[in-house]
């Protein structure tokens, strides 16, 4: 059972846009910035997202985030079938002292 | 070009030890936070272990504290993990990555494999 709560599975067609919901409590999310992170099969993860909603470079611009209080979310447009892979959130648990991740969404392109 | 290039990992038998290591190029290495993230074969990123800048604060999940240990020789630009009394359910692939809260960990190593196995 991970701390931060992530759908399992998304789904939509090429073209469309998708949103991932990541959900936590006030040690978390609601207090420190939140990342996203994308893996393909058999590779390490990605940075797509940092600080909420801050792009690394190279990132382009169809993906983006947004927090709310105690929830992130990450959204992707104009989907593509080259965008199916694994999504975490991730952040850190202030009353833990431990980083903690989602449990990750599989995004499907129909 | 920033890189990270993880060693070490292996076969091991239960109650065994193993250390890991995490090679920096391309950045200055005593300037960020480090850390090691695990994948359990099918599931999702779990986080192992974090270090400061100067290596004078670790933090460790629940499920290896007391048996895993992080350190780092800024001076040879090298990660460590240093896992004793292994047990099964701590094989995975094992991934070093550079940043915390702040960044978000932005740079990956490709992985090095630890499986537990009698």
């Known amino acids: 059972q991970s701390v931060l709560t992530q759908p399992p599975s998304v789904s939509a067609a090429p073209g469309q846009k998708v949103t991932i919901s990541c959900s936590g409590s006030?040690?978390?999310?609601?207090?420190?910035?939140v990342s996203w992170y994308q893996q393909f099969p058999g590779t390490a993860p990605k940075l797509l997202i940092y600080?909420?909603?801050g792009r690394p470079s190279g990132i382009p611009d169809r993906f983006s985030g947004s927090k709310s209080g105690t929830s992130a979310t990450l959204g992707i447009t104009g989907l593509q079938t080259g965008d199916e892979a694994d999504y975490y959130c991730?952040?850190?648990?202030?009353?833990?002292?431990?980083?903690?991740f989602g449990g990750g969404t599989k995004l499907t392109v129909l | 070009e920033v890189l990270l290039l993880e060693s070490g990992g292996g076969l091991v038998q239960p109650g065994g030890s193993l250390r890991l290591s995490c090679a920096a190029s391309?950045?200055?290495?005593?300037?960020?936070?480090m850390g090691w993230v695990r994948q359990a074969p099918g599931k999702g990123l779990e986080w192992v272990s974090g270090?400061?800048?100067?290596?004078?604060?670790?933090d460790y999940a629940d499920s290896v504290k007391g048996r895993f240990s992080i350190s780092r020789d800024n001076s040879k630009k090298i990660l460590y993990l240093q896992m004793n009394s292994l047990r099964a359910e701590d094989t995975a692939v094992y991934y070093c990555?550079?940043?915390?809260?702040?960044?978000?960990?932005?740079?990956w190593g490709q992985g090095t494999t630890v499986t537990v196995s009698s």
């Open positions: 270090i400061s800048v100067s290596g004078g604060s670790a």
């Open positions: 991730g952040t850190r648990d202030s009353s833990l002292s431990v980083w903690v």
């Open positions: 600080k909420n909603n």
């Open positions: 391309g950045f200055t290495f005593s300037n960020y936070v």
């Open positions: 006030s040690s978390n999310i609601g207090n420190n910035y």
């Open positions: 990555a550079r940043g915390g809260v702040l960044n978000g960990m932005d740079v």
